[in-house]
């Protein structure tokens, strides 16, 4: 692969990772609006609002940077970017057309598990560099959630890989067959609710909740560092949505699969991420002791009975 | 553990509540791009027809909040005819209202004999400075022609006491008997 390639595919994920955000935020704004009876934005770019996220982006840009006297400056201004960056890899290795993923990874299951936890060190640095006891108790809190909510994703991720015999994502969208939709369900649905308390979305957002905890880790952040934490939020539900639509849902899989695979998946995504905004509009927020207990008497004893399910069905399609 | 039954069907109705609203027409209405549409006999500002005005000052009188300024003087009018008496008018100098201290009460509307004071609903004349808040006598004569006509009286109100005692009793009248 040519030194040119390379830099063609690092600008492709860039530009992903910067602009379907955008489309997953503004989505928010408009679904969650007509969900409670209201529009949404409807000023910004004169056609029902669709600028609003870029105005709220020059808005950002044009504020006053802020470090704490008392902060760990150099934690501080880092942690930003270290929130962010692990989802410009995760999305790197995400197969979107059948044989072509930005980064080809043999092993792109842990690849991506990985990548993605690193994410919770950003949460863990901004809070702790703060110097604001709300945000450390938030990043506490957080640190707490994403740790118990890691084991039940990947053991649901282990019995897609073992179902799908392979650790590669682009063998598993094309070892998927329609029945794993049963045969996967409860696992799916342990990756769904861990990928939306991993991403500290309601109604697990505790941790960064406005009116428990002024906003947790991301108190003292203003301007563009605190946009980009936001914009790693939302890069977080674009990644969790790939990622559950390569799992669980066939990934580029469907007709004309051979010209419009990028297309499915994308929909595919884009219809996960909408889910999680609707899960987000109609559910209340889960207490810290509540979201502990339903991590770890809840989702892993469901994940440890589809892994031993899908063992059992590996062994009897053998 | 009664309650733990309780939880997976209210997490569905609610997911059911929300996608049932998303569905639904939107009632928002975007002021200022689109007018409001406000039910009738709404009380916006308080017009004055000041050719009715004879400076009765009852309006004055009856509001709560004492926020009707009225000046006015008297003149003769010569007599209509040779030897008849030479009449008195009220003249009006000064009508004003305080918006400020105005609660839109509408008793100066009620009990004007005159029908000199209307009640319009603009409602966006709101002022950077306070003392813009006092209406003047021409100002509120502008306000004149923002006045509806009245709305439809409700068909199934009763009669009103002006039409009914027209009518007469409704037993017929009995001759008295006796001294």
Partial sequence: MSVLEIVLRAAAALAALLLLPLLVGQTEHKVMAHMQGRLGPMYAGAYHGWAQLVADGVKFV???????????????????????????????AIPIHPGFAIAEVPAGVIYVMAATSI??????????????????????????????????????????????????????????????????????????????????????????????????????????????????????????????????????????DDTLGWLWTLLKGFAIAIVMIWLRVSWPRLREDQLQRFAWLGLIPLALLQLALTAVGVVYLQ | MSERKGVVPGLVKGLATTARTLTRHTHTAEYPDVRPELPPRSRGVIALLAENCTSCMLCARECPDWCIYIDAH????????????ERQRN????????????????????????????????????????????????????WVETVPPPPALDPAAAEPAEVASQRGPVRPVRARSGA
């Fill in chain 1, 62 to 92: 044009q504020k006053e940077d802020i470090v704490p006297a008392a902060a760990d400056k150099r934690v501080f201004k880092l942690a930003p970017g270290v929130a962010l960056v692990p989802y410009l890899l995760a999305l790197a």
């Fill in chain 2, 91 to 142: 003249v009006l100098d000064r009508f004003a209202i305080d918006y400020s201290l105005c609660m839109y009460c509408g008793i100066c509307v009620e009990v004007c004999p005159f029908d000199a004071l209307f009640w319009s609903p603009q409602f966006e004349y709101s002022e950077l400075d306070i003392r813009d808040l006092l209406h003047e006598k021409e100002r509120l004569g502008a």
């Fill in chain 2, 74 to 85: 008297k003149e003769t009018v010569p007599a209509a005819t040779p030897g008849g008496r």
């Fill in chain 1, 119 to 256: 994410g919770v060190l950003g949460t863990l640095m901004a809070g702790w560099a703060s110097a604001n006891k709300y945000a450390l108790i938030g990043a506490m809190r957080s640190a707490a959630q994403l740790l118990s909510y890691e084991l039940p994703m990947v053991l649901a991720v282990a019995s897609v890989a073992l179902a799908a015999g392979t650790l590669s994502l682009g063998g598993i969208v094309e070892a998927w067959t329609p029945i794993w939709l049963l045969w996967q369900l409860p696992g799916a649905l342990v990756f769904l609710a861990a990928a939306v308390a991993e991403l500290q979305r309601p109604p697990f957002d505790m941790p960064i909740a406005d009116s428990e905890i002024v906003f947790g880790p991301y108190t003292e952040y203003t301007g563009l560092r605190f946009a980009l934490f936001l914009l790693s939020e939302y890069a977080g539900i674009v990644v969790m949505s790939l990622l559950f639509a390569t799992f669980y849902l066939g990934g580029w899989r469907g007709p004309l």
